[in-house]
């Protein structure tokens, strides 16, 4: 997701200029942004519905009990890559420790995930088996493969457009609620 050049301009004089300005009077910039983010948040959120739409239309309805052994196998998948995520932050921190203890439970997660994987190919069709099934990542609209490894669904959850639209779901979260009574005008 590209949006270019920011159209703004961003002078550090102007910056201190409106912060001391901003002290005596309330120019509602906040609410310009918190505006403009939920923009951004409802064309993700369309984008996924859109996507999902698509998988819904281009894949193979599996039953329910294949899917249901699709879904463990995709929620062992994304539990490892966040651990696995969070681990790599850690021990870049220093913290390497808790990183190995981290480690230890995504090796017990990748034991669960390899048992529910032959349990899975075991329930499908060789056929099927062998087209790629993919999800929809609820917070950037990514699509992620059920069968992607580790390290792979690690960098993404650790990826800057991840990363960025989770700060953007927290910031948008905030100034909703700094700005709950300002927006009733």
């Known amino acids: 997701m590209d949006l270019g050049e920011c159209p703004k301009i961003h002078d550090l004089a102007l910056r201190a200029d409106f912060e001391h300005a901003s002290h005596t009077k309330d120019y509602y910039y906040d609410i310009d942004a918190m505006e403009q983010l939920e923009s951004f948040i409802s064309d993700c959120d369309r984008r996924t519905e859109v996507a999902k739409q698509r998988l819904l239309e281009t894949q193979e309805e599996l039953s329910a009990e294949v899917a249901e052994k699709a879904n463990v196998v995709h929620e062992l998948a994304e539990e490892i890559g966040k651990k696995l995520a969070k681990a790599e932050a850690l021990g870049a921190e220093g913290f390497v420790d808790e990183s190995l203890k981290l480690m230890g439970e995504i090796d017990e997660l990748r034991k669960k995930k390899a048992e529910a994987e032959e349990v899975y ?65």
Do not use: T
């Not at 087209?131 to 650790?158: T, W």
């Not at 910031?171 to 009733?184: E, G, H, Q, R």
């Open 121 to 185: 190919r075991n329930s499908m069709p060789a056929s099927s088996y062998q087209q790629q099934k993919l999800r929809v990542c609820e917070v950037c609209s990514a699509y992620l493969g059920i069968h992607d490894n580790d390290r792979r669904l690690a960098d993404h959850f650790g990826g800057k457009l991840h990363l960025g639209f989770i700060s953007i779901r927290e910031k948008l979260a905030d100034l909703k609620v700094s700005n709950k009574y300002s927006i009733c005008w």
